[in-house]
Nanobody, 120 residues
Framework: QVQLVESGGGLAQAGGSLRLSCQAV????????MGWYRQAPGKSRELVAT???????HYADFVKGRFTISRDNARNMVYLQMNSLNTEDTAVYFC??????????????WGPGTQVTVSS
């Protein structure tokens, strides 16, 4: 069972920065798309950014130019650098990975979430 370990959330002031990290651990064969979603109180979970195993990225419009996703395939890690934070970025951020097993099956995994709070 693949597990995701997130870190880096916390409190930041508006205009500040935070960096989220997520490491996939366990019996990993191949990690395809890795990414980040978020869920604010009273709202649905929404995509923030994803990155494929070949480096293609996709960002939600509301983070373009402010957030940067990256990954370290050797360490099975994905990062989210968040700059120019604003109060609307306050949410629980979830790491998400698509794992391709040696049995030729695909499974999706979620991290437990890390709280990001931006104060004005």
């Amino acid at each position: 069972q693949v597990q995701l370990v997130e870190s880096g959330g916390g409190l930041a002031q508006a205009g500040g920065s935070l960096r989220l990290s997520c490491q996939a651990v366990g019996p990993i064969f191949s990690l395809k798309t890795m990414g980040w979603y978020r869920q604010a109180p009273g709202k649905s979970r929404e995509l923030v950014a994803t990155m494929s195993d070949v480096g293609s990225t996709h960002y939600a419009d509301f983070v373009k130019g402010r957030f940067t996703i990256s990954r370290d395939n050797a360490r099975n890690m994905v990062y989210l650098q968040m700059n120019s934070l604003n109060t609307e970025d306050t949410a629980v951020y979830f790491c998400h990975v698509e794992h391709f097993s040696e049995m030729l099956s695909t499974a999706l995994y979620w991290g437990p979430g890390t709280q990001v709070t931006v104060s004005s």
